[in-house]
């Protein structure tokens, strides 16, 4: 069955340092992946999405990668912040046999210390 | 401004009692969907519509029912809530326009007790 893993449960880092966040998948063919970002108590917002034949896309101070031969994605945030403490979830889609599913990850818990 | 609301935001129940949570859209969108989050278990799609009167089961359905009459409305159903449909629920709309970016709404907090 189709299956989404991002590396940990939560990733403690400190502020300045480069976050690198892992999202990796199995039985599937995803059109595109796209990362999304959550707070407690609040529903996921979409950051960025990227096409199977893209290799990285760039949003300020966000970096995403794909590579459809690893089956796998790295969300890269640089000269982290505490506010970007958060959850962050990955999530596949245009794949299998609906084209209009998105399956999402369990998501990673990161920290930001100061 | 453009936004998914999700009503009621909390509710406490008992088991068996029929309960709906609304969910709407203004943003015109084609499609919508139901979550469920758990922990460990992410985000897991309980049903979604991609027009007005078609809908089509995500992989958790069961002890769920929706309706799409109106674009903009999506209500999820529980006709007999158990304990183990305790969870936060999300509605989400997209449009394929946008690369299927998904707006979510701000959550259903749902104890069946």
């Known amino acids: 069955s189709q299956k989404i893993e991002q590396n940990s449960e939560a990733l403690n880092i400190q502020e300045g340092k480069t976050a690198t966040l892992t999202c990796n998948y199995t039985n599937y063919s995803p059109a595109y992946l796209q990362w999304y970002r959550q707070d407690p108590g609040r529903g996921p917002v979409f950051l960025l999405l990227i096409r199977e034949n893209e290799k990285e896309k760039r949003k300020e101070r966000l970096k995403v990668t794909f590579d459809t031969t690893l089956k796998q994605s790295l969300f890269h945030i640089t000269a982290s912040q505490p506010a970007d403490s958060a959850t962050y979830l990955c999530a596949l889609g245009g794949g299998g046999s609906s084209a209009s599913k998105i399956i999402f990850g369990s998501g990673t818990r990161l920290s930001i210390r100061p | 401004e453009a936004q998914v609301t999700q009503n009621p935001r909390y509710l406490i129940t008992v088991t068996g009692k029929k309960l709906t949570v609304t969910c709407s859209q203004n943003?015109?969108?084609?499609?919508m969907s139901w979550y469920r989050q758990d922990p460990g278990l992410g985000l897991r799609q309980i049903y979604y519509?991609?027009?007005?009167?078609?809908?089509d089961k995500g992989d958790v359905p069961e002890g769920y029912k929706v309706s799409r009459k109106e674009k903009r409305n999506f209500p999820l159903i529980l006709e007999s809530p158990s304990p183990n449909q305790t969870s936060l629920y999300f509605c989400?709309?997209?449009?394929?326009?946008?690369?299927?970016?998904?707006?979510f709404g701000p959550g259903t907090r749902l104890t069946v007790l």
């Open positions: 519509s991609m027009n007005v009167e078609v809908t």
């Open positions: 943003m015109n969108h084609e499609y």
């Open positions: 989400a709309s997209r449009t394929p326009e946008r690369l299927n970016e998904q707006f």
